[in-house]
């Protein structure tokens, strides 16, 4: 019998490695609980946050500033590198980052009040650089659309990457702030086998209704791209080409990648689902993401921990640059202007 938690990526919930104590329960003690395991529902946990704006000092991201509406993501994607921050709040990366939602409530206006502090000076301004601000609990929450408003107010540009189609929902703001050249959106599309993105991806829209958002989005004159990513060898590394021939055909000015770092309890998590989802080409997989990261299946150094290195990631590398020359040449993404940041948003109009 497939005990397995219908809709969701991971099965299990990995340790946390920030507890210094475990509770194990008996076979007998759980005859008193429901299997939280089979079928576990979203917990949506709302918080008044202190803070909004994290800013990255890596080589790899420098200066790189985002804000998360939300912790956890309930798209349960399998590979996400977001996974183990769920473990700084005392949850596992494993179904608890899934089911277990923090909700910043109080977002909008932490963002209104730094907008106002002198020492805000305008930045662009990553949307969704952990987790996915679209995903399901922003159809209720919309606090996503909040930050939008209150951008477009300020006139502060940002970037948005999803994979979810709820994004049209706010259309009419992006219009608007496509306009004065003030966002960029991005759309994350791995795969247009349903079956594989099923797999990966269990409560995110299918990659056929991405390309549709993408058209919809750059018809609309929002500028937009794709991320191609992960790659994951010996998945969905075979399907460059059709991607970004796809993803051109439907209006992409760019499209960027990475390959798969399995780091902290992602580790764990993927090799129970590849071993379950893909038994026959388990061995095969994790071996040449291996050979991406030089013998093992992660490498946290800046500079090669997103494209790996070795014979494996040189392919991916070429062949994704082949195929954005091919498809994509000569699209150029607009900049984004800061020039136009008004403190106090529209009241300096008056």
Request: charged fraction near 25%.
């Amino acid at each position: 019998m497939d005990n397995r938690a219908r809709g969701r990526g991971a099965a299990i919930n990995t340790r946390n490695k920030f507890f210094k104590h475990e509770l194990e329960y008996t076979s007998e003690d759980w005859q008193q609980w429901e299997d939280p395991e089979v079928n576990p529902k979203t917990q949506f946990i709302e918080e008044e946050s202190k803070t909004l704006m994290s800013v990255s000092d890596s080589p790899d991201l420098p200066n790189f500033h985002s804000i998360n509406p939300y912790r956890g993501c309930e798209h349960g994607c399998i590979y996400c590198y977001a996974r183990n921050s769920h473990e700084y709040w005392g949850f596992s990366a494993g179904l608890d980052f899934e089911t277990k939602i923090v909700v910043k409530k109080n977002a909008p206006q932490l963002l209104e009040k730094l907008f106002n502090s002198k020492k805000w000076v305008p930045h662009h301004i990553h949307i969704s650089g952990n987790t996915d601000c679209y995903q399901p609990g922003e159809k209720k929450y919309r606090i996503t659309r909040q930050l939008l408003e209150i951008c477009l107010r300020y006139r502060n540009p940002v970037s948005i990457l999803t994979k979810n189609a709820l994004i049209l929902r706010d259309l009419d703001v992006l219009e608007k702030m496509a306009k004065l050249n003030l966002v960029h959106a991005a759309l994350s599309i791995t795969s247009l086998n349903e079956e594989l993105r099923s797999a990966l991806e269990p409560r995110t829209v299918t990659g056929k209704r991405r390309l549709q958002v993408l058209k919809t989005l750059s018809e609309a004159g929002i500028p937009t791209g794709v991320m191609t990513a992960p790659i994951i060898p010996g998945l969905n590394d075979q399907e460059i080409p059709a991607l970004i021939q796809a993803i051109a055909e439907n209006g992409a000015l760019w499209s960027h990648y990475t390959v798969v770092r399995l780091n902290g309890a992602i580790s764990t998590l993927f090799d129970e689902w590849i071993h379950h989802h893909f038994p026959d080409r388990a061995a095969k997989v994790l071996n040449q993401i291996k050979e991406c990261h030089g013998g093992a299946v992660n490498d946290s150094r800046f500079g090669i921990r997103m494209v790996g290195e070795g014979n494996f990631a040189e392919h991916i590398r070429q062949l994704h640059e082949h195929c954005c020359r091919k498809y994509l040449s000569g699209r150029e993404l607009p900049p984004l202007d800061t020039s136009q940041f008004m403190r106090a948003g529209q009241m300096r109009l008056f």
